[in-house]
């Protein structure tokens, strides 16, 4: 992997040894520096996991992606870089109905004996910085986390305007590629999958979040929280001014434009890597 393509992306340079230090500074850039975004799904077409297609995508071509992208170009970068890390599978709690399955991709990198929890794919409700499996609140970007046990579980819980909530569960075990195959096809084909039935685009900031779902865009900041819709043919300029995203006026996303639909037959639900 090219390193230093990667550290270009998210605005690093210099030398990054395997420290805590770097591994914060590295977590917040890229977090507040590739979008959360699912516009191939909503274009039909493959969200492709190997290194080389996700180097081109989201550091060459500078797009975004959703958490098995995120997080496994994360993985390269920094196993690259002399880290040692696993990656792990969660089911993801926000918003489920029921036990969801274990569609989220996060990793845990170990420094100095201490494991930390890295994702920088939960959409608007993403990490700044990395996380400690211990209990301990950390207040981050206008919210609070926290790594508690749940009978061997690791539930990441966040807490905002007094509301805690969890997010996701995991087990703090190594999972293989092709377990993030599986859960990456079922994620971005599933006719009920968030993905394919709504566009979004999210980036993490300092002070809060920018979410787009559909055409209903929201800004979270210490101002406070703003939302509004967006007329459709005001889609690609927001895209292009809010997440660095371009697309053609006359691009057609799935979801907006009716090219494909859910079949009512299935009764089958599927959860995302998002918030």
């Known amino acids: 992997m090219d390193v230093r393509a990667y550290l270009d992306r998210i605005g690093r340079h210099g030398p990054h040894p395997p420290t805590l230090a770097t591994l914060r500074t590295l977590h917040l850039a890229h977090a507040t520096s ?6 191939d799904i909503q274009l039909g077409l493959p969200i492709l996991l190997d290194a080389d297609a996700l180097e081109d ?8 992606g959703y958490c098995f992208e995120h997080n496994t170009l994360a993985m390269h970068a920094l196993r690259a870089m002399g880290f040692d890390l696993v990656a792990c599978e969660a089911r993801v709690r926000l918003g489920a109905t029921r036990v969801a399955p274990r569609t989220h991709m996060v990793l845990l990198v170990t420094v100095d004996g201490t494991r930390w929890l890295w994702d920088t794919g939960f959409g608007g409700d993403t990490l700044l910085e990395p996380l400690r499996l211990d209990g301990r609140a950390v207040v981050q970007g206008g ?3 926290r790594v508690v046990d749940e009978n061997g579980l690791h539930v990441l819980q966040m ?8 997010l996701y569960a995991f087990v703090a075990e190594s999972r293989e590629m092709v377990d993030f195959d599986v859960a990456n096809w079922y994620t971005s084909t599933h006719p009920h999958s968030h993905f394919v039935t709504t566009l979004t685009a999210q980036l993490r900031t300092a002070d809060g979040w920018r979410v787009l779902r559909s055409l209903t865009y929201s800004v979270r900041s210490k101002a406070g929280t703003s939302t509004r819709e967006i007329a459709r043919t005001d889609l690609p300029s927001l895209l292009h001014e809010q997440f660095a995203l371009d697309f053609p006026g006359g691009t057609r996303f799935r979801a907006l434009d009716g090219s494909a639909a859910p079949d009512s037959r299935s009764s089958a639900s599927a959860f995302a890597c998002e918030e």
């Open 159 to 166: 807490e905002m305007d007094g509301t805690r909530t969890d």
């Open 34 to 39: 590739i979008p959360f975004e699912n516009l």
């Open 57 to 64: 995508k989201l550091v060459t071509r500078r797009r975004g």
């Open 143 to 145: 919210a609070t986390y």
